[in-house]
C-alpha cells in the first residue's frame, strides 16, 4: 500500500482536495500546524495551500468538516469514524449509504452532507452502543493518503476520490436521535419500573445534540438548553405568551426543572431579541417557505410540471432565501439533488422541475459553468424575489 504514497503527500494531494471544497491544513501525524482554526470562519484560500505546501511538503493532510462545502456556498459535512471493520458496516445501516468513504487502519469514514445540524459538543458515540466517533463542526479529519501514525498504513479513498465531496448525502440526524434515545438510562429506568409509575425523560449533557430534540443541555446547564431552544422556536410562535408556554413546558421535562421566575426571564430576553431585530434564526431550525395564491396559479398553468416547479420553489425559498438576500447564489445539480433525496425525485423530474421555474421567471442563472482558477464552477442560481 505504501508504494501508491507520493513521499511529499501535501504538497503533491492537498491543493487538489482543498480545490474539491475540503478545508485543508498541514499535520504532523493527526496534528495540525497551524492553529487558531476553531475560530476560522472561512476555509484556508488555495494560495495559502499552496505556501503551505513548499514549506512543508511531506506533512500529512487533515480537513475541518465544518468549514468544508459541498459547493460554492453550499453545507459542511459531517464525518462517522468507524474504529473497527464490524462498526464500519453498520455506519451505512444506521445513518444511510454515501458514497462518500475512506478506508483508515481499523475502519472507516462515512462522509455526509450536513444540512444545519445543531450537533453541539457531541464526539463519541461508543456510549450509545457504536464503536465510532463524530466528526463535524471544527474537529480534525485525517484525509487521504496522509500515513497512520504507524508509519505502515495510509489512509485511502474508497471507490470514490475528492470530488465525492459534491454528491454527499445529507446526514440523518433522526437515526442519530434514535441511537442516542435506545441508549439513554430512561430506556433503562423504564424497562425496571413498574406499570403506572411515572418516570421522568432522560436529558443528556451532550446537548444540543441533535438540535431537534427538545430541552437537551449545553453545557450541562438546563438555563443554556432552554434558552437554545427558545431560539430555535422562537420564529415558530405567534407572541410572547405562546413562546413563554413552550418555554414552561419544555423546563418540565427536566430532571430538576428552573424556577419560573428564571423561565419567564429567559423567554423574556429571547423575545425582545427577536422583535428588535437581534437574533438569528437558529441553524437547527425546520426551514419554512411560503407561496402567494397568485405563485400557485400561475404555477399550476404550466403545464404537467407544474405542480412540481412549485414544490422545488419551496425547497430553494426555504433552504437558499436567507443566502440570497446576502446577494449569494446557489447550484443546482440534479444528480447530487436524487442522490441526497432532497425530494425523493430523478434527476429528470428535477430537472423538468427546474426548467419550468426558469421560464416562467422564479429563478435565473446568474453565472454559466466554468472552469476558474480554483476549480470547476458550476452554473449559479438565484432565486427572484420582489
Request: aromatic share 6%.
Amino acid at each position: 500500500m505504501l508504494a501508491d504514497v507520493p513521499s511529499e503527500i501535501f504538497a503533491t494531494e492537498a491543493l487538489a482536495l482543498r480545490r474539491a471544497g475540503f478545508a485543508v491544513l498541514p499535520a504532523h501525524g493527526k496534528e495540525p500546524t497551524r492553529k487558531g482554526f476553531t475560530k476560522w470562519k472561512h476555509a484556508p484560500g488555495p494560495r495559502a495551500v499552496a505556501e503551505w505546501a513548499e514549506e512543508d511538503p511531506t506533512a500529512n493532510i487533515v480537513y475541518v468538516p465544518g468549514l468544508c462545502r459541498t459547493e460554492r456556498g453550499g453545507d459542511p459535512i459531517v464525518v462517522v469514524d468507524a474504529d473497527d471493520a464490524e462498526t464500519s458496516g453498520r455506519i451505512e445501516e444506521i445513518f444511510g449509504r454515501t458514497p462518500g468513504k475512506v478506508k483508515t487502519r481499523r475502519g472507516k469514514h462515512a462522509l455526509y452532507r450536513d444540512g444545519g445540524s445543531a450537533l453541539g459538543n457531541l464526539s463519541s458515540l461508543k456510549k450509545f452502543g457504536l464503536n465510532a466517533d463524530l466528526k463535524h463542526g471544527r474537529s480534525i479529519v485525517v484525509a487521504p493518503p496522509s500515513l497512520h501514525d504507524s508509519g505502515t498504513v495510509h489512509y485511502a479513498w474508497e471507490d470514490c476520490d475528492p470530488s465525492v465531496i459534491r454528491d454527499l448525502p445529507m446526514f440523518n440526524v433522526q437515526a442519530l436521535q434514535g441511537l442516542i434515545d435506545s441508549r439513554s438510562p430512561s430506556r433503562e429506568l423504564q424497562e425496571s419500573q413498574s406499570p403506572g409509575r411515572e418516570s421522568r425523560p432522560y436529558v443528556t449533557g451532550t446537548a444540543p445534540a441533535p438540535g431537534m430534540a427538545a430541552g437537551r443541555l449545553r453545557e450541562d446547564s438546563r438555563g443554556l438548553g432552554l434558552n437554545d431552544m427558545l431560539c430555535k422556536h422562537a420564529w415558530a410562535v405567534d407572541g410572547y405568551d405562546e413562546l413563554l408556554d413552550l418555554a414552561r413546558t419544555i423546563n418540565q421535562d427536566y430532571p430538576v426543572p428552573l424556577d419560573d421566575d428564571e423561565v419567564v426571564k429567559r423567554s423574556k430576553a429571547v423575545w425582545k431579541d427577536r422583535t428588535e431585530g437581534k437574533l438569528q434564526r437558529w441553524l437547527g431550525r425546520e426551514a419554512t417557505a411560503q407561496a402567494t395564491k397568485f405563485e400557485v396559479k400561475d404555477l399550476s398553468a404550466q403545464g404537467k410540471n407544474g405542480g412540481d416547479a412549485l414544490m422545488l420553489l419551496m425547497l430553494f425559498r426555504a433552504e437558499h432565501s436567507a443566502r440570497v438576500r446576502r446577494g449569494e447564489t446557489f447550484e443546482i445539480n440534479p444528480k447530487a439533488m436524487a442522490k441526497c433525496q432532497s425530494l425523493h425525485w430523478s434527476p429528470g423530474r428535477i430537472r423538468a422541475a427546474r426548467n419550468v421555474l426558469l421560464e416562467a421567471g422564479y429563478i435565473k442563472v446568474v453565472a454559466q459553468a466554468r472552469n476558474c482558477r480554483t476549480g470547476r464552477m458550476a452554473t449559479q442560481y438565484t432565486l427572484v424575489i420582489d
